[in-house]
C-alpha cells in the first residue's frame, strides 16, 4: 500500500470517529445545554478519554460545528459548476443548496442543532467565523466562473458573498423560529429575492 492510500485511509477513519464523537456530544447537548455539559462528561458519554476526545474534535464548539467545516468549499465547488451565462446572484443562490441539502436530510436533528447554535452565543460566534471564511472562497469561485461579461471588482465579489451568507443565516433564523415548518428553500429564495432589485 503506498503512503497515499495509507493517508486516504487514515483520514476517512479519523473523519468517521470525529463525526461519532460529535453526534454523542449533540445529542447530550441538546439534552442537558451546551453550558452545563463539560469536556469530560463529553468524553464519558462518548466512552473515550478526554486527551483523546480533545485530539478529535478540539473543542466544545467544534463538537457541534465541525459538522459545518466543508459547506464553504463545497458552496465555492457548486458555485464554479453553475452554467456561465446564469448571473452571479442566481449562481450563489444555487451554490448555497450544500448548505440546504443538511437541512433536508434530517431536518429534526437540523432544527435542533440550528436552535443549539443559535441560542448559544459561543457557538453562534463560532459559526459566524467559519463562515467569515467561507466568503472569500466564494468570492474567488465567483471570480473563477466563466463566461464573456467582464468580472466584478474583488470588492464587489466580496460584497455579494457577503449579503449571500447573510441571505442565509436570516432564512435560518426564520425557518428555526417557525418550528422548521416553513420550507427552508423558500425561504432562502425569498431572502435572495429581497436583494435581487
Known amino acids: 500500500m503506498n503512503g497515499a492510500a495509507r493517508t486516504s485511509t487514515r483520514d476517512i477513519a479519523r473523519a468517521a470517529i470525529r463525526a461519532e464523537l460529535a453526534e454523542v456530544a449533540s445529542g447530550l447537548f441538546r439534552s442537558k445545554g451546551f453550558e452545563q455539559v463539560t469536556i469530560n462528561d463529553l468524553a ?4 473515550v478519554s478526554r486527551s483523546t ?41 444555487r451554490a448555497l443548496d450544500v448548505v440546504i441539502a443538511y437541512h433536508r436530510r434530517d431536518p429534526v436533528s437540523a432544527l435542533a442543532t440550528t436552535r443549539l447554535v443559535r441560542n448559544t452565543p459561543a457557538l453562534c460566534a463560532r459559526l459566524l467565523e467559519k463562515q467569515n471564511g467561507w466568503r472569500p472562497m466564494l468570492a474567488r469561485a465567483l471570480a473563477e466562473r466563466p463566461g464573456d461579461a467582464p468580472r466584478a471588482t474583488a470588492l ?42
Do not use: M
Request: aromatic residues 8%; proline residues 2%.
Open 44 to 47: 464519558a458519554a462518548a466512552g
Open 53 to 93: 476526545f480533545l485530539r478529535y474534535v478540539g473543542s466544545k464548539e467544534e463538537a457541534v460545528l465541525s459538522a459545518f467545516d466543508a459547506y464553504g468549499e463545497q458552496a465555492a465547488d457548486a458555485l464554479r459548476a453553475r452554467p456561465a451565462d446564469e448571473d452571479d446572484w442566481t449562481a450563489l443562490r
Open 156 to 197: 464587489a465579489l466580496s460584497v455579494k458573498a457577503a449579503a449571500a451568507l447573510g441571505c442565509l443565516n436570516i432564512a435560518l433564523d426564520h425557518w428555526s423560529a417557525s418550528d422548521g415548518r416553513p420550507d427552508l428553500t423558500a425561504l432562502l429564495d425569498e431572502a435572495f429575492a429581497a436583494l435581487a432589485g
